[in-house]
T-cell receptor
Framework: ELKVEQNPLFLSMQEGKNYTIYCNYSTTSDRLYWYRQDPGKSLESLFV?????AVKQEGRLMASLDTKARLSTLHITAAVHDLSATYFCAVDQNRDDKIIFGKGTRLHILP | EAGVAQSPRYKIIEKRQSVAFWCNPI?????LYWYQQILGQGPKLLIQ????????DSQLPKDRFSAERLKGVDSTLKIQPAKLEDSAVYLC???????????FGSGTRLTVV
């Protein structure tokens, strides 16, 4: 059974700092997704990573995928308050278009 | 492109009552999902449809939950009878194919009292 683990689960950081959120998964997969969720809102797609070594960047966020290590990272550069949200990774284990979510990382950026 | 539509946005019911949620996916998206998100947790897949057929309902509590997608377009999720632990946000998502990602609706927040 696929397990998706994120860490940290909660992160409070100062504006201007860099940090990384980690997503580990338990079985082989080369499809990984990152989502953002604001309080009381739905899930917003950030990145779709579909191969080993995939790297995608949007603004201050950069995501990468290492399928051999079963690890994806979401790196935040020079954080700003507007990035405060909960970030989820999700994995498709069998390329069957069924994604399993981690518990999320609640990010709080202090102005 | 219109997004995934869900209704109602909020629902408060007493335990043992029944409730239904509706979802209209993005036009052309063959795959539709219902997820349950309990406060502070990640979404949990309840059921996956491909057109009007069920692909996976292994996590659906079938003694009280049911879902259908009769014409391969919109879908309903029903809970009967509801329990306190069913309080959650119910998210509908649709996809053209996994490689293009998944689009989520705004969700229905259910409170069972």
């Amino acid at each position: 059974e696929l397990k998706v683990e994120q860490n940290p689960l909660f992160l409070s950081m100062q504006e201007g700092k860099n940090y990384t959120i980690y997503c580990n998964y338990s079985t082989t997969s080369d499809r990984l997704y990152w989502y953002r969720q604001d309080p009381g809102k739905s899930l917003e797609s950030l990145f779709v990573l579909l191969s080993n070594g995939a790297v995608k960047q949007e603004g201050r966020l950069m995501a990468s995928l290492d399928t051999k290590a079963r690890l994806s990272t979401l790196h935040i550069t020079a954080a700003v308050h507007d990035l405060s949200a909960t970030y989820f990774c999700a994995v498709d284990q069998n390329r069957d278009d069924k994604i399993i979510f981690g518990k999320g990382t609640r990010l709080h950026i202090l102005p | 492109e219109a997004g995934v539509a869900q209704s109602p946005r909020y629902k408060i019911i007493e335990k043992r009552q029944s409730v239904a949620f509706w979802c209209n996916p993005i036009s052309g998206h063959a795959t539709l999902y219902w997820y349950q998100q309990i406060l502070g947790q990640g979404p949990k897949l309840l059921i996956q449809f491909q057109n009007n057929g069920v692909v996976d309902d292994s996590q659906l509590p079938k003694d009280r939950f049911s879902a259908e997608r009769l014409k391969g377009v919109d879908s309903t999720l029903k809970i009967q009878p509801a329990k306190l632990e069913d309080s959650a946000v119910y998210l509908c998502a649709s996809s053209l194919a996994g490689i293009y990602g998944y689009t989520f609706g705004s969700g229905t927040r259910l409170t069972v009292v």
